[in-house]
């Protein structure tokens, strides 16, 4: 066995994130769980009030493995100040690069976790925002 | 060496009889296996036996006049009739081949229960069941109406028949049990339970998925009406699996699917169903498959089923042995004496998952996760276990390995919180 458990900066980001905890104002949520392992991610962001196609701020709670928390994490770090077009193209590759190491077929699943449920809460608002009444 | 006080007779050779424990799963890396439960690797007579149809006489059944078919027939039936032995069945044709346990429970679901349950009518279930002894019978009670009930289990994780008792009353139609948790290991009493429902008019199915391969099981002894289980699970292929039912029960059911082979004589407006087990058979059966979980059961009969329990349990003593005193590792459900061969655990610190992927790094494969038994981790209040499973094949020192690498594990986490402290 290796000598450390995953990388130290994903333990940071597991167990010391300052992304984890909740917002005052929420735009958009959304909750997903893995059934094979019960992780489960709540994944919440604030658009910017002067630009609100821009997300302001991101936060999550769950609990989970490490791979599934600190991907909700470095994904909450990595989507503030971005647009939410931008967080909705990001590609499953691109958050597995980002957790950066190998993950078997059965660990990807935890760390698209929080992606799938960023995308799920854009969704969301997209379809309301189309079916509700204009302006 | 760590094996000669094996209850099994010759178990220090056995391990020559699976090739797949022979493995290095990375350069240097010798693998440990301890996923049994989730799925048993096949000995060598079995991928013979498998091979040899698919080379030498690979026909269909029931159907051609010429040679291969007929031998085909003959080693697919042979193989019908082995099941019925091992089991106590009184005969072959109350044998249904399917793709596993969780067709054949929905199999008696679909047909059985669709066919005699109406609304008020109640089915018995416990906290144990797998979801394929569960899902079934949701999905029948919200067509039909009809109430499920679950018996508990006691906070080490045992049932009693008592806690199934309580819960009978004349609107039971159904107790659906499993023989023997997939979770905790928990055997069940069965022998109590069945008689209890039996009183009072029900019908008992089995899912003896574990069960079946772990205990000995017979149908005619116990007076079990329905009992499923995989052939994957006990030594046999992928993709065929066994619903046993009484024979009276079996005529009184109507076909849940319709196809070839399963008919008599058809024409455009109907069809008479065929005879048993064939009603239930329809289409091109697992030919290859089932001739091999007749090879796995042919192989397991050299084996006392009760030697092989007491193997088991002779491993679950040394795993508790070896863990019950590791800080930060709790051991789920019963003492090994209420038990098969599985070892579920929480660990302190430790997402099971998280858990997984260090003892693999040591070639240690376990499960992780929830096991296909949400309801059970709920009861206990898990987010999920790591479980580690054992067979005929496995040793104490595989058990050893496995206790040095969560050792091994909770150092690491230990480490990772005395710099976080610093």
Redo the contacts between chains.
């Keep these: 066995?290796?000598?450390?458990?995953?990388r130290e900066e994903l333990?940071d980001h597991y167990?010391?994130s300052p992304h984890r905890g909740r917002l005052d104002v929420v735009d958009l949520d959304a909750d997903l769980e893995n059934?094979?392992?019960?992780?489960?991610i709540h994944f919440e962001v604030a658009l910017d009030s002067d630009d609100p196609g821009r997300i302001a701020l991101a936060r999550f709670q769950g609990?989970?493995?490490?791979?599934?928390q600190a991907a909700a994490s470095i994904l909450a770090e990595q989507i503030e100040g971005q647009t939410l077009e931008h967080a909705r193209a990001l590609a499953p590759d691109q958050m597995i690069e980002w957790i950066g190491i190998p993950l078997?077929p059965a660990?990807r699943k935890?760390g698209l976790l929080a992606l799938r449920a960023l995308h799920r809460a854009i969704d969301a608002r997209a379809n309301l925002s189309e079916a509700g009444p204009a302006g | 060496m760590a094996t000669v006080d094996s209850p099994l007779p010759r178990h220090d050779d056995l391990k020559a009889d699976f090739p797949g424990l022979h493995q290095e799963i990375r350069p240097g890396v010798r693998l440990t296996y301890l996923d049994n439960a989730a799925t048993t690797l096949k000995p060598w007579s079995v991928i013979r036996a498998v091979q040899a149809y698919d080379s030498d006489y690979p026909a269909n059944v029931h159907r051609g006049i010429h040679a291969l078919s007929e031998r085909a027939t003959e080693a697919y039936e042979a193989a019908r009739e082995a099941v019925a032995r091992f089991i106590g069945a009184a005969e072959a044709e109350e044998v249904i081949w399917t793709r596993g346990t969780t067709d054949a429970i929905n199999l008696v679901a679909q047909s059985w229960g669709r066919t005699f349950l109406k609304e008020g009518d109640e089915i018995v279930l416990t906290d144990l069941e797998h979801h394929s002894n569960l899902i079934p019978w949701q999905m029948l009670a919200k067509e039909k109406g009809l109430t499920l009930r679950f018996a508990e289990v006691t906070d080490d994780g045992r049932l009693e028949s008592e806690a199934v008792g309580r819960l009978l009353s004349d609107r039971t139609k159904i107790v659906a049990i499993t023989a023997m948790s997939n979770v905790l290991g928990t055997v069940t009493p069965l022998e109590a339970i069945i008689g209890q429902a039996h009183d009072r008019g029900a019908v008992v199915v089995v899912d003896g998925a574990q069960g079946v391969a772990h205990r000995a099981i017979d149908v005619g002894k116990l007076g079990i009406d329905f009992l499923a289980f995989s052939g994957h699970k006990m030594c046999g292929p992928t993709g065929v699996g066994v619903l046993y039912g009484r024979r009276e029960h079996l005529e009184a059911m109507p076909p849940a699917w319709g196809g070839g082979s399963m008919v008599t004589r058809v024409t455009r407006e109907g069809a008479e169903w065929n005879d048993l087990p064939y009603k239930f058979e329809p289409g091109t059966p697992p030919i290859a498959q089932a001739i091999g979980l007749g090879a796995a059961i042919e192989y397991l009969s050299h084996f006392d089923p009760a030697a092989v329990m007491a193997h088991e349990r002779h491993l679950m003593e040394h795993a508790h042995r070896l863990l019950e005193g590791t800080p930060g590792v709790r051991i789920l459900g019963p003492g090994p004496e209420h038990k098969g061969g599985i070892l579920s655990m929480d660990i302190e610190g430790v997402?099971?998952?998280?858990l997984a992927?260090?003892l693999d790094?040591?070639g240690v494969a376990i499960r992780?996760?929830?096991h296909c038994a949400?309801p059970l981790?709920q009861r206990f209040g898990l987010?999920?276990s790591a479980r580690a499973s054992a067979y005929l094949y496995n040793s104490t020192e595989d058990f050893d390995r496995l206790a040095d690498?969560i050792g091994?594990?909770i150092r690491?986490?230990r480490?990772?919180q005395s710099r976080?402290g610093r």
């Design positions: 066995m290796e000598d450390t458990f995953y333990l167990d010391s059934p094979l392992c019960g992780d489960q609990r989970g493995c490490v791979i599934s078997t660990r935890c | 997402h099971p998952h998280d992927t260090l790094r040591e992780a996760g929830q949400m981790h987010m999920a690498a091994k594990a690491l986490v480490d990772r976080r």
